[in-house]
């Protein structure tokens, strides 16, 4: 599996500024876990969670957990030390950055530089350190294409609804639902469709970002299924609660998992010199071809990748 297509089913949000609540990310069943010095984390303890990240990546115990820092936004002053003191102190032991409220290729091609110098200063492998772009608002989501294909660093694109609502003027205050007023569709449905094919069209994981109603898991089970449905790759987690329905949200059910291992099975038979077809086949009462091969492949993938 390419370091980009490991899985992201959830991708738990831990403030850089909480020890506790770093140590106890450490144990949690996300496949990703992002150390915050962005806005989980308050500007006067900024300095301080730099030092305490460094710490708590060096420390280990992260397990086979995708490692990640959010710095801040390349509008802040905090930036360039974010990703420096990050880095050098603990680019060995860290997987991507992530950089919120993109709004331009040349943002990317700053931080893919920025990771360059200091790889080569400290001697660690020159591009092993991925990118992962937040996209929080409409400047961000028109350039979404050329940020996609700015760095081959780049792993996910990720939607950022809270931002993005903001930035947007969206006339509602529950992030991640859908606004009161609006009820003829998904108002989520075109920044979640233009990020998906902008991240496929170059070969990327899309992220679909946070649901702050923690104690509705029916809630966040819901919109995350809007986003798995699409095609999304994973979603943000802002609580233990909501790993669980994460992870299974972005798995496939066990039912279409066997049928794809049926479907892949059938057609490799049928199409080999013992089974001797030369085009479609009838698995029981459906005809599959190259086509359904391919689907099935992408089920059977997902999968195999979270170990059905
Ligand atoms: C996440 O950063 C968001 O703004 O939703
Ligand atoms: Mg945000």
Same mark, same amino acid.
């Given at each position: 599996?390419?370091?980009?297509?490991?899985?992201?089913?959830?991708?738990?949000?831990?403030?850089?500024?909480?020890?506790?609540?770093?140590?106890?990310?450490?144990?949690?069943?996300?496949?990703?876990?992002?150390?915050?010095?962005?806005?989980?984390?308050?500007?006067?303890?900024?300095?301080?969670?730099?030092?305490?990240?460094?710490?708590?990546?060096?420390?280990?115990?992260?397990?086979?957990?995708?490692?990640?820092?959010?710095?801040?936004?390349?509008?802040?002053?905090?930036?360039?030390?974010?990703?420096?003191?990050?880095?050098?102190?603990?680019?060995?032991?860290?997987?991507?950055?992530?950089?919120?409220?993109?709004?331009?290729?040349?943002?990317?091609?700053?931080?893919?530089?920025?990771?360059?110098?200091?790889?080569?200063?400290?001697?660690?492998?020159?591009?092993?350190? !991925?990118?992962?772009? /937040? =996209?929080?608002?409409?400047? &961000?989501?028109?350039? *979404?294409?050329?940020? @996609? #294909? %700015?760095?081959?660093?780049?792993?996910?694109?990720?939607?950022?609804?809270?931002?993005?609502?903001?930035?947007?003027?969206?006339?509602?205050?529950?992030?991640?639902?859908?606004?009161?007023?609006?009820?003829?569709?998904?108002?989520?449905?075109?920044?979640?469709?233009?990020?998906?094919?902008?991240?496929?069209?170059?070969?990327?994981?899309?992220?679909? !970002?946070?649901?702050? /109603? =923690?104690?509705?898991?029916? &809630?966040?089970?819901? *919109?995350?299924?809007? @986003? #798995? %449905?699409?095609?999304?790759?994973?979603?943000?987690?802002?609580?233990?609660?909501?790993?669980?329905?994460?992870?299974?949200?972005?798995?496939?059910?066990?039912?279409?998992?066997?049928?794809?291992?049926?479907?892949?099975?059938?057609?490799?038979?049928?199409?080999?010199?013992?089974?001797?077809?030369?085009?479609?086949?009838?698995?029981?009462?459906?005809?599959?071809?190259?086509?359904?091969?391919?689907?099935?492949?992408?089920?059977?993938?997902?999968?195999?990748? @979270?170990?059905?």
């Amino acid at each position: 599996m390419s370091k980009s297509q490991r899985p992201r089913r959830s991708c738990l949000a831990v403030p850089g500024s909480s020890p506790k609540m770093i140590e106890k990310a450490k144990g949690l069943d996300a496949d990703q876990v992002f150390l915050d010095l962005e806005d989980a984390c308050a500007p006067l303890a900024k300095p301080g969670a730099r030092k305490t990240i460094v710490a708590a990546l060096n420390e280990g115990g992260w397990g086979s957990k995708i490692r990640v820092v959010r710095v801040n936004d390349l509008t802040t002053h905090w930036t360039y030390r974010d990703v420096v003191e990050v880095v050098e102190g603990a680019g060995e032991n860290l997987d991507c950055i992530m950089l919120p409220k993109v709004q331009s290729a040349a943002q990317i091609a700053w931080l893919d530089l920025t990771l360059t110098q200091i790889e080569k200063t400290m001697g660690f492998e020159v591009g092993r350190i !991925g990118i992962e772009a /937040q =996209i929080e608002d409409a400047a &961000g989501l028109i350039n *979404v294409d050329e940020i @996609a #294909a %700015a760095s081959a660093r780049t792993e996910t694109i990720i939607f950022g609804p809270a931002d993005f609502m903001a930035s947007i003027n969206m006339k509602s205050l529950v992030i991640g639902e859908q606004p009161p007023g609006y009820e003829i569709g998904d108002a989520f449905h075109y920044p979640l469709m233009r990020i998906l094919m902008a991240a496929r069209a170059n070969g990327l994981q899309a992220i679909d !970002g946070p649901y702050v /109603q =923690i104690r509705n898991v029916d &809630g966040f089970r819901q *919109v995350a299924g809007r @986003a #798995a %449905a699409l095609g999304y790759d994973g979603k943000w987690v802002l609580h233990p609660g909501q790993i669980e329905a994460a992870n299974h949200t972005f798995s496939p059910a066990q039912a279409d998992y066997d049928h794809a291992e049926n479907i892949l099975a059938a057609y490799e038979w049928f199409t080999s010199d013992r089974g001797g077809r030369k085009g479609a086949v009838m698995l029981g009462d459906e005809m599959i071809d190259e086509a359904s091969r391919k689907m099935a492949l992408v089920i059977a993938g997902q999968g195999r990748a @979270a170990g059905m």
